[in-house]
C-alpha cells in the first residue's frame, strides 16, 4: 500500500550537484515527518537530513550548510538537494517517512528505527 520511490542518484566527481527526490504513495502526506538516511559499504545507516510535518529541517553536521531537505506535499515529493559532493557522501540513500502524532510540528527524529516506511534507496557515487 505505501511506498517510497527515491531516484536521483548517480555517478558525479567531488564538488558537484546532485538532486534526489522520493515520491510517496498510499498515505497522507502531509501528515508525515520526512527523512534521508544514507548507508555506505560497511557502516551503520546515518540520519542525513528531515523535515517536520510544518517545514522545519534537520541536518546531520556533516552535511549541514551543503544539502537541503525540501518536501513538495501537492506532489507527495520530498527532495534533497545536494551541493559540494564529497566522496565520504558516497552511499545509498533512503527515503523514509514517520507518521508518529508529534505535538511539536517542527520536530522530526534523527533515529532511523523511529521510521516506519522506506524506499528502496538509490546510489549515490562521488568520485574525487
Known amino acids: 500500500q505505501v511506498q517510497l520511490i527515491e531516484s536521483g542518484g548517480g555517478l558525479v566527481q567531488a564538488d558537484d550537484s546532485l538532486k534526489l527526490s522520493c515520491v510517496v504513495s498510499?498515505?497522507?502526506?502531509?501528515?508525515?515527518?520526512m527523512g534521508w538516511f544514507r548507508q555506505a559499504p560497511g557502516k551503520e545507516r546515518e540520519f542525513v537530513a528531515a523535515i517536520s510535518r510544518s517545514g522545519f529541517t534537520h541536518y546531520a553536521d556533516s552535511v549541514k550548510g551543503r544539502f537541503t531537505i525540501s518536501r513538495e506535499n501537492a506532489k507527495n515529493t520530498v527532495f534533497l538537494q545536494m551541493y559540494s559532493l564529497k566522496p565520504e557522501d558516497t552511499a545509498v540513500y533512503y527515503c523514509?517517512?514517520?507518521?508518529?502524532?508529534?505535538?511539536?510540528?517542527?520536530?522530526?527524529?534523527?533515529?532511523?528505527?523511529?521510521?516506519?516506511?522506506w524506499g528502496q534507496g538509490t546510489q549515490v557515487t562521488v568520485s574525487s
Open positions: 498510499g498515505v497522507t502526506f502531509n501528515s508525515y515527518v
Open positions: 523514509a517517512g514517520d507518521h508518529r502524532s508529534y505535538s511539536d510540528d517542527t520536530y522530526a527524529s534523527r533515529n532511523p528505527y523511529v521510521y516506519n516506511y
